[in-house]
């Protein structure tokens, strides 16, 4: 027997974390770390925040889970929030972003159905997109890394190159439900769509009567300085998966919706054994209580520019190895100009920095949105003493 009892499916690298606090992991070993990957955007209040701990905790003692047969106060409290600071007039809860996205493509399919179309069931979506790893979120996804082996792929999806609207709209047809897209691509390289991109495919959906999806899992909840990131193009959706930083840690996903989108799903069209349980809402509503407090939002996006600016600042003096900076608030990527995992592995490894690679060559920089002026000093002055003594692989 040489298979071991994780499934090998994770290339896991060598840190073993035990514990957590605010910006920074302790692993096995007593190493620290300053965590600027925060369990890839998920840990948005950071670790170990007392205000979270607290209301896991006492919700786990009180009641952790009933099942969705009975009524569900936690959920209703928690879902009239998400209804109250949203475009959505419904929220269907979640374990996790890719059933959030799973309930999205539910949803649109479900609305035009009971809209008297079945016929519109294809949802175009974008090259190099991330919804998830789930059969039907990897079918909606061009990438053949997520896709190889696990043919037949469900029917029900056509990609159009990202960011680009001509391409999308000749791919509309009789058939067509809607479009499926992250407004920042987080997988596929931190790549904000253009304003022009996402405003075209909200006209597109108005004059058609199609569906505007957004996967917001990883550019929403407060990540690029607005509660989500469709807020910067003053544009809304239809529907939306949000998952990540929803539960700061504790495994949640939603699929906000309009009452419009959102016709079809009636009483037994969808549902999930622990989806949106007490203990799940008493940490979705704890995430929320910090981030609607006066300023928080407006700290991540003081302190996205505060890390922008410091990363720009830096390109000129490793300008070999450093090409650009792209994305918003906290959802920043450094694209290099050589192999970005082989970066992120010695950030790592030699200078106690986590971040996360993406596509496209591209760092992802995504700290705790908690994160303070201090580590953000911190986290310069290692990158720069990494990039001072790093050496590409000659072949890169
Ligand atoms: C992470 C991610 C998902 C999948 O979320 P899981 O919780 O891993 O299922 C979907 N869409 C986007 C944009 C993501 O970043």
Redo the contacts with the bound molecule.
Sequence with gaps: MSITALMPVYPRCGVRPVRGEGCYLIGEDGRRFLDFASG??VNALGHGHPRLVRAIADQAATLMHVSNLYGSPQGERFAQRLVDLTFADTVFLTN??????ECAIKTARRYHHADGHPERHTLITFSN??????IG?ISATDQAKLRDGFEPLLPGFAYAPFDDLDAALALVDDNTAGFLV?PI???GGVRPASPEFLTGLRRICDERGLLLVL?????GYGRTGRLFAHEHYGIVPDVM?A??GIGGGF?L?ACLATERAAKGMVAGTHGSTYGGNPLACAAGEAVLDVMTEPGFLDHVAAMGSRLRQTLEQLIPNHDGLFDSVRGTGLMLGLKLKSDARRFVAFLRDEHGLLTVSAGDNVVRVIPPLVVEEAHIVEFAEKLSAAARVYVPEADD
């Excluded at 996790?96 to 996205?101: I, N, Q, T």
């Excluded at 997109?129 to 789930?134: K, S």
């Excluded at 996967?215 to 550019?219: A, G, I, K, L, R």
């Design positions: 890839i955007a996790s972003g890719a059933e959030a996205v997109a991330f919804h998830g790893r789930t979120t992250e691509q987080g997988e996967d917001e899992v990883q550019c998966a998952a990540k495994p996903g």
